[in-house]
C-alpha cells in the first residue's frame, strides 16, 4: 500500500501503535499492580511478574507503591467522609489534582506506615519510599527520566512520543476514576454503599476497568470490577489471562449472594406504587403513634393537676377553723 510508505503516515501510525501499548502497559500497572494486587490482595502472582507489573505504575509518575497503597486504603476507609485524600465533597478540582499536594495534611506518615504495614519490608518497596517527604516523588520522577531516555536509544523518538502520550492519558484516567466516579450526577449506582461512588462507562474504557467504581466500592477485595456484560474491564480480561496460564492464583469473585443483597432494587410501576404506599402508612402509622402519646400524656397530666387542685381542696376544708371556735 503507497499511502504506508509516506514517512509521515508510518510515523503518526507507528507513535500511535506506541501510545496505545504503553497506554495499557502503564495502564495495567496502576489497575492491575498498585491498585488489585498490592493494595486490595484480590489474586496473587509470582513475585518477578508482580515486580514487572507494577513497574508500568512506577514508571507512570505513580511513586513509590507504599505511599499509593497507603493513601488509597484510606481511601477506602473513609470514602467522602473526613481524611478521605480525594473527595469531590472536598472539590472537583481537588478530587482531579489538587489534593496530590497535600496528602501529608490529610495523612501522617505514621498512619502510611500502618496502612500499607504487609509492604514495609518489601526487599524492593522499601527502598522506593515509605513516607509523604518529597523522597519518594523525586525519585520518581528521576528514574522516570531515565526510563525514557533508555527507551529513546533502545526504540527511537517514535517510541519516547508515544510513551509520553500514554503517560498523559493514563495518568489523567486514574485521577478520573477519583474525581467523576465519585460525582453524585455522573454515571450510576448498581449497589447500595456508604459513599457516592459510581460506574462511569468512559472512564471504564480508559482506566481499563476502573471507572465501574461502584461495583467496586460494594466488594472492594473482587479482581473483577465490571460485572455486567456491558461493563468491559481489561484489567479483569488480563487477570483470567494470567490465570489460564497459571500465573494467577487465589482470586478473588465476588459472590452471587453478597451483590444480590448489595443491589439498589429497580422498581416498575406497580412494585413503586406498592412501596410509596407502604411508606406512606409507616408515616402515618408513626404520626398517629406520636398524636396518641402526646395525647396520653396531656391526660395524664391533666389528671394529675385535678387531683393536686382535689387534695389541696380537701386540705383546705380540713384546717379551717369550726364554727364552735368563733
Ligand atoms: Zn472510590
Ligand atoms: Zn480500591
Known amino acids: 500500500m503507497g499511502i504506508f510508505n509516506d514517512p509521515v503516515v508510518a510515523t503518526t501510525l507507528a507513535i500511535i501503535g506506541w501510545a496505545v501499548f504503553w497506554h495499557h502497559w502503564h495502564g495495567l500497572g496502576i489497575t ?5 494486587l498490592l493494595t486490595h490482595k484480590s489474586l496473587v502472582v509470582p513475585k518477578w511478574l508482580e515486580y514487572y507489573i507494577c513497574s508500568g505504575a512506577y514508571f507512570a509518575l505513580m511513586g513509590s507503591p507504599i505511599v499509593w497503597v ?3 486504603r484510606q481511601h477506602h476507609q473513609k ?23 497535600y496528602t501529608d495534611k490529610v495523612q501522617t506518615d505514621e498512619e502510611l506506615r500502618r496502612q500499607a504495614a504487609d509492604l514495609l519490608d518489601d526487599p524492593l518497596y522499601k527502598h522506593l519510599g515509605s513516607t509523604h517527604t518529597g523522597y519518594h516523588a523525586h525519585l520518581c520522577l528521576a528514574l522516570c527520566v531515565v526510563f525514557r531516555i533508555v527507551l529513546f536509544f533502545a526504540f527511537g523518538w517514535a517510541c519516547v512520543v508515544g510513551n509520553l502520550i500514554a503517560t498523559f492519558t ?24 456508604p459513599e457516592d461512588s459510581r460506574n462511569v462507562w468512559w472512564v471504564g474504557l ?21 460485572l455486567q456484560w456491558w461493563e468491559f474491564d ?18 478473588v469473585r465476588p ?12 422498581l416498575d410501576g406497580a412494585q413503586e406504587k406498592v412501596a410509596n404506599a ?8 408513626g404520626a398517629a403513634g406520636v398524636a396518641a402519646r402526646e395525647a396520653a400524656e396531656i391526660a395524664t397530666n391533666a389528671a394529675r393537676e385535678a387531683g393536686q387542685v382535689a387534695r389541696d381542696a380537701a386540705e383546705t376544708v380540713i384546717k379551717a377553723p369550726s364554727p364552735e371556735g368563733v
Open 79 to 101: 470514602s467522602d467522609q473526613p481524611g478521605d485524600p480525594h473527595s469531590p465533597r472536598d472539590g472537583f478540582a481537588h478530587a482531579l489534582y489538587k489534593w496530590m499536594t
Open 278 to 285: 407502604v411508606e406512606a402508612a409507616r408515616e402515618a402509622a
Open 70 to 72: 497507603g493513601v488509597h
Open 170 to 193: 493514563i495518568f489523567w484516567s486514574t485521577q478520573f476514576v477519583n474525581a467523576f466516579c465519585h460525582e453524585p450526577n455522573i454515571g450510576y449506582r448498581t449497589y447500595r454503599t
Open 255 to 266: 459472590s452471587k449472594e453478597l451483590l444480590e443483597k448489595k443491589r439498589i432494587r429497580v
Open 32 to 36: 492491575l499492580g498498585y491498585h488489585r
Open 234 to 251: 481489561f484489567t479483569w480480561m488480563t487477570i483470567v489471562l494470567f490465570e489460564r496460564m497459571g500465573l494467577a492464583k487465589r482470586i
Open 206 to 226: 480508559l482506566a481499563l476497568g476502573e471507572g465501574w467504581h461502584n461495583n467496586h466500592h460494594a466488594v472492594p477485595k473482587s479482581a473483577r470490577h465490571g
